[in-house]
């Protein structure tokens, strides 16, 4: 049974960070591509971030670029999001994905909150 079950969010002031996880199982996980995505209250479901293989190449949405850190531990089959120097609109569910071809996962999602 496949699950990706993401975890480490919360309510944060300003300027805090945050540690976002997810855990996989039920696949392959180092073979998947694995992203993060938000979804804001009335707003689309948007991505984050993503990155194929540790150490390899990252990409991040503008938005979030020099503060959001993406990783990976394929030992423990386990995306990350370190989240750094938040914002209000930051503020929204974060919702791991998994995606090999045609394949794709998705997470319960976590909430974070970015407030004062």
């Known amino acids: 049974q496949v699950q990706l079950v993401e975890s480490g969010g919360g309510l944060v002031q300003p300027g805090g960070s945050l540690r976002l996880s997810c855990a996989a199982s039920?696949?392959?996980?180092?073979?998947?591509?694995m992203r993060w995505y938000r979804q804001a209250p009335g707003k689309e479901r948007r991505l984050v971030a993503g990155?194929?293989?540790?150490?390899?190449?990252?990409d991040y949405a503008d938005s979030v670029k020099g503060r959001f850190i993406i990783s990976r531990d394929n030992t423990n089959n386990t995306l990350y999001l370190q989240m750094n120097d938040l914002k209000p609109e930051d503020t929204a569910v974060y919702y791991c994905?998994?995606?090999?071809?045609?394949?794709?996962?998705w997470g319960q999602g976590t909430q974070v909150t970015v407030s004062s």
């Open positions: 990155m194929l293989l540790p150490g390899g190449r990252r």
């Open positions: 039920g696949f392959t996980f180092s073979r998947f591509t």
């Open positions: 994905k998994a995606i090999y071809g045609s394949l794709a996962y």
